[in-house]
Nanobody
Framework: QVQLVESGGGLVQPGGSLRLSCAASGRTFSSYGMGWFRQAPGKEREFVAAIRWSSGNTYTADSVKGRFTISRDNAKNTVYLQMNSLKPEDTAVYYC?????????????????WGQGTQVTVSS
């Protein structure tokens, strides 16, 4: 069993920055990859970014490319999402997820474990 806990969400003005963290815990924890998704009220969950745990290869959605960066700390079993130049349309609940094995990184069904989410609100 793997537990994922997100943190770092909050209220920020347009153009500002936030850094989200996702800490993983569990006996003999290992995963093929981890990712970030977000869901705004009344909308479906959408892919934001993903990272392969061993190689460090990263992938980002077109909507956030150039603004968001995903990274990891192997020793802490933690993945981060650095969000810069935030826009009101970035407002959503952000979820982190972990997958056991998959060549797919941008679909919810490819992930096995999910955190409870952290709220990000971009408003003046």
């Amino acid at each position: 069993q793997v537990q994922l806990v997100e943190s770092g969400g909050g209220l920020v003005q347009p153009g500002g920055s936030l850094r989200l963290s996702c800490a993983a815990s569990g006996r003999t924890f290992s995963s093929y990859g981890m990712g970030w998704f977000r869901q705004a009220p009344g909308k479906e969950r959408e892919f934001v970014a993903a990272i392969r745990w061993s190689s460090g290869n990263t992938y980002t959605a077109d909507s956030v490319k150039g603004r968001f960066t995903i990274s990891r700390d192997n020793a802490k079993n933690t993945v981060y999402l650095q969000m810069n130049s935030l826009k009101p349309e970035d407002t959503a609940v952000y979820y982190c997820a972990a997958q056991k094995q998959s060549s797919t990184y941008d679909r919810s069904w490819a992930y096995d474990y999910w955190g409870q989410g952290t709220q990000v609100t971009v408003s003046s």
